[in-house]
């Protein structure tokens, strides 16, 4: 995601990266170190997680897990680990990037929450 931030941002894509595991506040840190990302990187709870995607709790879910957001801050796509969308995920992403950059700001879709709500 570093390289993919690196080419798309002059074009106004942000990537940005949460943990959600129960260690994640210990573990980020030493991940920041490590993997040094080119996007902001933080943490929340799971609960937070599935009431900004607006999903049940009961839902299986794998990861990486991929939300896009247009320019209006509408949720487009959510893509899981388990997904067709990871078989080339680079690709995928690129895709996915490229055709919401060109779309014009007035498209719609899920209406993104705001964190924690």
Same mark, same amino acid.
């Given at each position: 995601?570093?390289?993919?931030?690196k080419d798309?941002?002059?074009?106004?894509?942000?990537?940005l990266g949460s943990c959600f595991n129960d260690l994640a506040p210990q573990l980020l840190p030493d991940f920041l170190a490590r993997f040094r990302p080119a996007f902001p990187v933080g943490y929340t709870s799971? +609960?937070? *997680?599935?009431?900004?995607?607006q999903q049940p709790t009961t839902l299986p879910f794998?990861?990486?897990?991929?939300?896009?957001i247009d320019k209006k801050g509408m949720i487009r796509a959510q893509h899981m680990g388990s997904d067709e969308f990871?078989?080339?995920?680079?690709?995928?992403?690129r895709a996915m990037i490229e055709?919401?950059?060109? +779309?014009? *700001?007035?498209?719609?879709g899920k209406k993104a929450p705001a964190p924690g709500h």
């Open positions: 995601m570093s390289a993919i931030q798309y941002g002059p074009r106004g894509f942000q990537t799971r +609960e937070t *997680v599935y009431n900004y995607l794998s990861v990486p897990m991929y939300v896009f990871f078989k080339d995920e680079e690709k995928s992403t055709s919401l950059l060109k +779309e014009p *700001v007035t498209k719609g």
